[in-house]
C-alpha cells in the first residue's frame, strides 16, 4: 500500500493528481451529456460525427506545435490555462443547452475551439509525472492516475445518463465546466523548478522540427503511433458514433451509460495487478491490447444486451490500462525530459489524425451497409492491424530496461 501510494507524499505531484481527478470527474459525464445533447436536436449519426469531428479536428491540426510549446514553458502553467479555456468552452455550451437555444453549429464551434485547446493540455499533461517524480515513483504513479481516473469514470457517465434521462444534459456538462475550474485552483499550487531548456531553437517551428527528428531517430514513434491511429479512428467511429445510436434504440441512455462505467471498472481492477507485472516488450504489448479494446464492437454488432455489453466494456477497460501503462513507461524510459512533450505529440498527431475521419465516415457508412456489418468489419480490421503490428521487428525489439535514458546518460 506504502509503495503504490507513495507518489501522493510529493506535495506538486499530489496537487496535480487531485487536479486530474477534479477534471476527470466532469469529463467523465461530459461525453454521453453531450452525445445525447446532439442526438435531442438532430436524430442522425452524422449530426453527432459532424460534432465530434469539431473537437478532433483542431486538436489534429495544433497537436504538433502545442508539443513543442509545452516543452518550451511550465507545462503546469499551459495546463492551467488550458483548464480555464476550457472552462468557458463547457459553461457556453451548457447554458445554450439548457435554454434550448443549442443548435448543431453552435456545439460544432464551441467544440472547435475546445479541440484547439486539447491539443497543448494533452501533451503537456502526458510530459507532467516524469518531472514530477523520480523514476522509481513513475510506474506507481501512472497506475494511480489511471485507477483515479476510471473509479471516477464508475459513477460519472452512469450519473450522466441519468441526468440526461431526468433533468437534461445540460446539467451535466455544466458540472464538468466547474471541475475545468477546480482544476486550474489545484494546478495553481504546483510549484517546480524551471526544467533544462538549454537546446531550445529559437522558435516553436524550430522545436518542431528538432521533435521530428527525434522520434525518426528513435525509429518506432512513427510506425506505433501508424497503428494507433488506426485503432482510435476504428473505436471512435464504432464506440462513440454508433455506438449511442444502437443504445438509443435497445438500452437507452441510462444502459449506455452504465455500459461504459464498466470499462472504468475494468481499468482500475486490472491496475492493482498490473503493479505486479514486468512489461518487457511494450510495443507488442500495446498492438495486443489495442484489439482486445475493440471488443464492444462485436457486442454493439451482435446482440445488444446490458449485461453481455457491461462485459465487453471491462475486458476493453483491461486492455486499456495494459497498453496505457505499457507507452507511459515506454516513453518515459526512452525520451529524455527536454523531448517529452514533442514525441507525445508526435504519437498524438498519428493516434488521432483519423478521428474525425472515423466520426465522419462511421454515419454515412453504417447507412450504406447497415451497423452490424460497420461494427464487426471495424473489430475485424483491428485485429488484423494489431497482428501486423505484433510481428514487426521494428517494434518488438524494443525493450524495456528501467533505467531512463536521462540517467543512463549521466
Known sequence: MGTRL?????????????????????SSMSGVALAFAV??????????????????????????????????????VVLRGCNLVQCACQTVTAALVLTGYAEIWHLVALQAVAGTVSAVSYPAF?????????????????????????????LGP???GLLVATAGAGWALAIDAATYAGAAFFLSLVRLPPGDRSQARPSVLGDMVAGWSFARDLGWVIPASMAALVFNALFVGGIEVLGPVVADGTIGSEGWGLALSAQ???????????????????????MVAFAIWCVPMVVLGTRVELWLLAGAF?????????????????????????????ILAIDGFFSFVATPIGLLAAGPLAEAFGMRAVLLGAFGLAVLVAVVGATRPLLTRVRLTGVPVDEASS
Open 264 to 286: 472504468a471498472v475494468g481499468i482500475f481492477v486490472t491496475a492493482y495487478f498490473l503493479a505486479r507485472v514486468t512489461i518487457r516488450v511494450p510495443l507488442r504489448t500495446i
Open 39 to 76: 442526438l435531442a436536436i438532430d436524430p442522425s449519426p452524422s449530426a453527432l460525427g459532424l460534432v465530434l469531428a469539431a473537437n478532433s479536428i483542431p486538436t489534429v491540426v495544433f497537436m504538433l506545435p502545442g508539443g513543442a510549446l509545452a516543452d518550451r514553458l511550465p507545462r503546469a
Open 158 to 160: 452512469a450519473l450522466s
Open 126 to 154: 502526458l510530459g507532467m509525472v516524469p518531472i514530477l517524480l523520480p523514476a522509481p515513483q513513475r510506474k506507481a504513479a501512472y497506475l494511480l492516475i489511471g485507477q483515479a481516473d476510471s473509479a471516477v469514470s464508475v
Open 314 to 342: 471491462v475486458v476493453s477497460g483491461a486492455a486499456l490500462s495494459l497498453l496505457s501503462l505499457a507507452w507511459d513507461l515506454t516513453v518515459q524510459e526512452k525520451v529524455p525530459e527536454h523531448m517529452l512533450s514533442r
Open 6 to 26: 507513495a507518489p501522493l507524499q510529493v506535495p506538486a505531484f499530489r496537487y496535480f493528481f487531485v487536479g486530474q481527478v477534479i477534471n476527470r470527474s466532469g
